[in-house]
């Protein structure tokens, strides 16, 4: 869902965003404190445009409503925004939306690539090509992308 990035000579919260092809809000969201000073470290997106787009909250909107126009279960897209499924939204919020055709898994203790594919029904090889980096640590993202 994240990653750190350590802020570098020159950098502002709108050249960080673009970076990680983001925006400055989302990046003030996930942060507590959102200091851009050389060598802070911050956290980022870790995501790609291909398999992920950002919804805005509109006033009246509902993280089920939300979830149900993206095809996704709302427990896993609060998951994925780093939020309860209780949690109030708010207006001009951002979250992260998986984009049509993406499957995604957060992984639990005891998990192996194995009982994830079969789970997935794909390949365990085609688990590994499109996640470059599976630790199988406790809500590690997974995603598959239909071609």
Known sequence: MYEVYMVKDGDTLESI???FKTTPDVIKQINDDIDITVNKVIKVPK???KNFDYYVVLQGDTLYEIANKNN???TLLAQ???I???DYIYPNQVLLV???GSILYFTAVGDTLAEIAEGLNISLEELIDQNNNIYLQPEQLIIYKYK
Do not use: R, T
Request: charged share 20%; proline share 11%.
């Open 17 to 19: 965003a673009n970076k």
């Open 47 to 49: 995501c790609c445009s």
């Open 72 to 74: 996704i279960d709302p």
């Open 80 to 82: 994925l925004n780093g």
């Open 84 to 86: 309860n499924i209780d």
């Open 98 to 100: 998986p984009k049509a």
